[in-house]
């Protein structure tokens, strides 16, 4: 048996000597008991994975397939860090992915490099528009396909959060009527003076007071000036003018009513007004109405008697 082993071990091959070198060191003496391997083949592959072991990178660990995440010559299946990261895959939460910084957003033991849900909020990270911040709700107020926990310009107006004055009602104008740092399109009161805009009858005008003279619910502090116009276009503003459908420049208004004469019915020194005509031989005196006519008759049919 002796005489056996040492002709195999002097016609082995190089690779084969060095993966049973202690073997060959020690054959057994003719006679002798060993429990060592009683060829060069059992002592080759102990572990029956097929691999040499010269060539073997677990060959104390059968591993046939000789996979090394991090290729620094130890097989997985007997490599303490098979990611090579430096920590020991026994504490390292993801083992076969390189993370030195363990960091794990979510807390859940699984490094984020291999958590196929980074932020534990139940939506894997493709489907998530926040992958490393939790947000189940997916909000996304600008519609950017970025969620508005992770979003830099949650409105999309091109005005980052932090410098925004409304940085959930998208405002790139930045407007703000009362300077109290809240822009106008997302303040409650745009012209601070204490009232609420849907309850302010002026809410862009400062009017603490809500004076209202005309009753028209809008504030006087910010009702529109009535354009004064000429209507009858005799030069005299129609909010001024005793007749202002009627060309009266001189404004004439004998009966003192407030309504000139050019258009009022009503005027008994006029044409149709029905009054008594005051003096007689008026040749330019307007024409009388059927009371007057009636009176001069009987003035005149007076006269006549007494001259007879």
Known sequence: MAIQAKSECQSAGPSTQKATRRWCSRSPSLGETSSRPRSLEQAAHPHGDGDDDGEDNCPLIANADQTDTDEDGDGNACDDDNDGDGDNDGEDNCPLVANADQADADDDDIGDVCDDDRDGDGLGNDADNCPN????????????????????????????????????????????????????????????????????????????????????????????????????????????????????????????????????????????????????????????????????????????????
């Not at 302010?200 to 354009?227: K, L, M, Y």
């Not at 404004?251 to 005509?277: E, K, M, R, S, Y």
């Not at 008026?282 to 009987?298: I, K, N």
């Open 133 to 308: 911040v939790d947000n189940a709700d997916q909000a996304d107020a600008d519609n950017d396909r970025v969620g508005d926990a992770c979003d830099d310009d949650r409105d999309g107006d091109g005005i980052d959060n932090d410098d925004d004055n409304c940085p959930d009602n998208a405002n790139n104008g930045q407007g703000d009527i009362d300077g109290d740092g809240d822009g106008d399109a997302c303040d409650s009161d745009r012209d601070g003076d204490g009232i609420d805009n849907g309850d302010d009858n002026c809410p862009d005008d400062d009017n603490s007071d809500q004076a209202d003279a005309d009753g028209d619910d809008v504030g006087d502090a910010c009702e529109e000036p009535v354009t004064d116009t000429d209507i009858d276009d005799d030069g005299v503003a129609d909010l001024d003018d005793n007749c202002p459908d009627v060309d009266n420049a001189d404004q004439a208004d004998d009966d003192l009513d407030g309504i000139g004469d050019a258009c009022d019915n009503d005027n008994p020194f006029t044409v149709g007004g029905g009054g008594v005509v005051i003096g007689c031989g008026q040749t330019d005196a307007p024409s009388l109405g059927a009371f007057g006519l009636a009176l001069v008759g009987l003035l005149g049919l007076r006269r006549r008697r007494r001259g007879a």
